[in-house]
């Protein structure tokens, strides 16, 4: 064990931060590295093959040129220059489609050529796992191995501790926001084939997992930043049944209330992460966080099962107030017989509770049709509430900057949940849609 540690070592020190994967190793004596005790067992060839997969072509740039631009993500060339298969367990493929976080247990196999694409060198295995000592790691745990030729035997040549992982995330880390280490989509026309071969008995079971389309629709009237209300980009969670974002007559989190006041997420993402929750955030088509208009809709493909996370919150901020929002909050996406609902509700506007209802351009964040003098960009003071509790908001009072024209009538607006394909995780007559959902990370 000890010279397997010392072999690392020489990995990291003689790297590049986000290239470090793969050069040092090739000057290391893969049978110097093995502990039989500790060390993980080869990845099964046999299982593996038989999950979804995607091909991915050879690398356009060396290790040097893609540190050079930056570009480790859009090259892979830290495992070397030739082409690479990449195969999803059932978990991780419906993670990767659904655009959501990857679950505990979801596999990840990559299969890479050598240089002169004649035989599979290199095999690198990804494991999520909730283990708290790979929490640095976005959850992943890394193996690695290799071998010299195509009738030699693989060896472990790198990954499968906390400490021999580093060099492995220290690109992907780089090269996959968002999923932090899997930045590769499944062709839907394979996941077409696969389901062709399911049997009727098959189609009719309903399935630990499911996909979900999640439509927002803001049915608020009137020009962004002028009328109505525009909503922040709204965070939408399947999460265990029974967890409450917000209640009516409670002090809102601060997670809740940083969302109310600025329309920022980060504290319910680290809450729903903690949960182990899947969530998504909405975004436009260039990856930029979505904005819902007045009169506009975004929509979401999100994933949740049965067993653990089978209930579904939203929220967002309504951008021209103080501290409003609107939620749907711990809504079951599953019936009593454990079949995926489709549904639409209605959402009503709440005031977080926690500033005063001041209605003026400087203490909140949206536009109100003003010029920069009243409105200064940026401009959002906090006037705190004492003691303030969750209700159903009052609507605009128009004693200040906030216009009339800004108010609304309830509900202010819809969610439409509906199961793409009920046993499956597709709908059919939203295929197309879907693969332009997951060219814009799942949402747009």
Not at 106 to 119: C, L, P, S
Not at 236 to 243: K, L, R, V
């Amino acid at each position: 064990m000890l010279r397997f540690q010392i072999a690392l070592a020489i990995i990291l020190v003689g790297c590049v931060a986000f290239v470090a994967c793969e050069r040092g190793q090739q000057m290391l004596d893969p049978a110097d590295m093995i502990d039989p005790g500790t060390d993980p067992p080869m990845v099964d060839t046999e299982t593996y093959k038989t999950w979804m997969s995607v091909m991915l072509d050879a690398p356009t740039m060396t290790v040097e040129e893609a540190a050079a631009a930056m570009n480790a993500g859009g090259t892979g060339a830290a495992h070397g220059m030739g082409t690479r298969t990449v195969y999803f367990d059932e978990a991780a493929a419906m993670a990767n489609m659904a655009g959501t976080m990857y679950p505990a247990g979801a596999t990840i196999v990559k299969e890479i050529m050598d240089d002169t694409n004649m035989f599979v060198q290199k095999i690198a295995k990804m494991t999520q796992t909730d283990d708290p000592m790979y929490a640095d790691h976005g959850g992943w745990m890394y193996v690695k191995y290799a071998r010299a030729s195509e009738t030699d035997a693989y060896m472990m040549v790198g990954g499968g501790s906390v400490e021999a992982s580093v060099g492995c995330d220290g690109c992907h880390a780089k090269a996959g926001e968002g999923n932090y280490s899997v930045f590769v989509p499944l062709p839907m026309d394979q996941m077409m084939d696969d389901m062709t071969d399911m049997t009727t008995d098959d189609m009719d079971k309903p399935m630990d997992k499911q996909m979900f389309k999640i439509t927002l629709t803001n049915l608020t009237m009137g020009v962004h930043g002028m009328s109505g209300q525009t909503f922040s980009p709204a965070i939408f969670a399947a999460h265990p049944a029974g967890i409450k974002l917000a209640e009516v007559g409670q002090p809102a989190s601060e997670a809740l209330v940083a969302q109310a006041e600025g329309g920022k997420t980060d504290g319910l993402e680290a809450l729903v992460e903690a949960a182990g929750a899947y969530y998504m955030i909405a975004m436009n088509e260039d990856g930029s966080r979505r904005y819902t208009m007045p009169g506009q809709s975004s929509m979401v493909t999100l994933m949740a099962d049965k067993m653990m996370n089978s209930s579904l919150s939203v929220s967002s901020m309504l951008v021209s107030t103080n501290d409003a929002f609107i939620a749907a909050i711990d809504v079951p996406l599953f019936d009593a017989d454990g079949m995926p609902v489709t549904t639409t509700i209605n959402l009503m506007a709440y005031d977080a509770g926690s500033e005063n209802n001041t209605e003026m351009a400087s203490d909140i964040p949206g536009p109100l049709g003003l010029d920069a003098d009243a409105d200064p960009a940026g401009s959002n003071a906090r006037v705190p509430t004492e003691g303030g509790v969750i209700m159903a908001h009052p609507g605009i009072q128009g004693g200040g900057d906030v216009t009339e024209a800004f108010g609304w009538t309830e509900p202010i607006a819809t969610l439409m949940i509906t199961p793409v394909d009920a046993s499956m995780g597709y709908d059919m007559d939203d295929m197309d849609d879907m693969g332009d959902d997951m060219d814009n990370g799942g949402a747009q």
